[in-house]
């Protein structure tokens, strides 16, 4: 069972809405990420909250914003998506120290931009 | 130059043999990890098994075992006695020990598990 909760599991939006995605952890990480995932592609790291200040962003463009309201909790809020953002959005969550520093994600949401 | 190498795009096995996908990684790193992950059709990245640069065993997680060489800095997972369940993506992903978060995934291995 996983530990990482994602929702919601499925989203269509069209280009003009605002949406959040939401993931929870109770394993007690204090690191936590968003990745955007493609068919058949790997894993793309957008985000990373590290003891819930924002520690990296790659580059990722201002129509996602991120938000760490507590240590347990994680949002990605969007707006004015284009259909190329359709993809599969993972969250994950660790440690942000030591070893092994495993990642353990969510189911993830599947998100088709209209 | 790519951190992780899977050179196999897609497997195939019978079901109840073992199986092995390769993974080779880059670093000049002395301290970093390596993971195995399971993508089924439903999208899910399970973990399977971790490997740290220190352990001087292999890593065994039930019918999965990594093979780790590190003068080769190769990384494989090892699958014993498949089974139709096991069907799904396979990522190798490695973290480096000055890069905090971040990790770096390789590009996958589709197994499919044949009855």
């Known amino acids: 069972d996983t530990e990482v909760t994602q929702t919601p599991k499925h989203l269509v939006m069209g280009m003009t809405n605002k949406k959040s995605l939401k993931c929870e952890q109770h394993?007690?990480?204090?690191?936590m990420y968003w990745y955007k995932q493609k068919a058949k592609k790997p894993p793309e790291l957008m985000f990373v909250y590290s003891y819930e200040k924002l520690s990296i962003n790659e580059s990722v463009p201002s129509r996602f914003s991120p938000e760490c309201p507590n240590s347990s909790l994680l949002n990605l809020h969007l707006h004015a998506l284009q259909p190329e953002d359709s993809a599969l959005y993972l969250c994950a969550s660790s440690q942000p120290w030591g070893n092994p520093e495993t990642q353990y994600f969510g189911p993830g949401t599947r998100l088709l931009v209209l | 130059a790519q951190k992780i190498t899977q050179t196999q795009p897609g497997m195939f096995v019978q079901e109840k043999e073992a199986v092995t996908l390769d993974c080779t990684y880059d670093?000049?790193?002395?301290?970093?990890?390596l993971f195995w992950y399971k993508q089924p059709s439903s999208g899910e990245m399970i973990f399977l098994i971790y490997?740290?640069?220190?352990?001087?065993q292999n890593a065994t997680e039930g019918r999965y075992s990594l093979n780790f060489q590190k003068a080769r800095k190769s990384a494989n997972l090892v699958i014993s006695a498949s089974q139709l369940g096991d069907s799904a993506m396979y990522f190798c992903?490695?973290?480096?020990?000055?890069?905090?978060?971040?990790?770096?995934f390789g590009t996958g291995t589709s197994l499919t598990v044949i009855p």
């Open positions: 490997q740290g640069s220190y352990d001087e």
């Open positions: 394993m007690g990480h204090r690191a």
């Open positions: 670093t000049s790193d002395q301290s970093y990890g």
């Open positions: 992903a490695m973290r480096e020990g000055g890069t905090g978060n971040q990790f770096y």
